[in-house]
């Protein structure tokens, strides 16, 4: 019962937009559901390397250091700037042909999209504090070993951040075979982009 309480509240976490989750619906409409899915080992990667830190005690250091923080922040905002600026700068690059076909764009590999996942995770420090904050609270030292139990919780949360991800590669896959004109897949090429400037943005001004 313990574990499903904290599956249901770290699904509902997991499910809320972020640069991750939106550059994973961009991936799914861009690549396909197989390659929108496995880019997501990338981000889970990211958010592992997080919770071993938590279990390992760094977690709560990390978290109590104003310039550690400030230093993930800033690198967070940098990456989310040039991602966005990316996929603005090749949609508009595309030419203003109307109905170019979406397939005849070169496919990068799997490791570079998971690459791209990774880095958003590690550089967001909101995902720090998902595992120094959240996560704790479902420890209970009458459970046993709160390292391990850390370690638990990461991997159920893990399992909720799959979950959440596939949806939303599968709602960017629905575009995908719905096969939008070229000008429409741009235009929401575009839309990304400006949402991941904007959430560079919210990143920048956002306090401690």
Not at 66 to 92: H, M, N, P
Not at 172 to 197: C, E, F, K, Q, Y
Request: aromatic letters at 8%; a positive charge.
């Amino acid at each position: 019962m313990w574990l499903l309480v904290f599956l249901g509240a770290a699904f509902l976490v997991a499910m809320t937009p972020g640069a991750n989750n939106l550059l994973g619906m961009h991936h799914g409409m861009r690549y396909g559901t197989a390659r929108g899915v496995a880019a997501l080992f990338g981000r889970l990667t990211g958010f592992a390397l997080l919770i071993a830190a938590v279990a390992a005690g760094l977690g709560s250091l990390l978290a109590a250091s104003e310039t550690a923080l400030t230093v993930i922040k800033w690198v967070g905002v940098a990456y989310l700037l040039w991602l966005g600026g990316r996929i603005l700068y090749t949609s508009f690059r595309a030419g203003p042909a109307p109905e170019a076909d979406l397939d005849l764009t070169p496919a990068p590999t799997l490791l570079a999209l998971a690459r791209k996942e990774f880095l958003v995770a590690v550089t967001n420090p909101k995902a720090v504090l998902i595992f120094t904050a959240f996560v704790p609270q479902f420890v209970d030292p009458g459970r046993g070993a709160v390292a391990g139990q850390v370690l638990l919780l990461g991997a159920v949360y893990l399992v909720a951040e799959l979950a959440a991800g596939s949806i939303y590669v599968g709602i960017g896959a629905v575009v995908r075979v719905v096969r939008m004109s070229g000008r429409a897949h741009r235009r929401i090429d575009r839309g990304t982009g400006v949402v991941l400037l904007g959430l560079a943005a919210l990143l920048a001004t956002s306090p401690r």
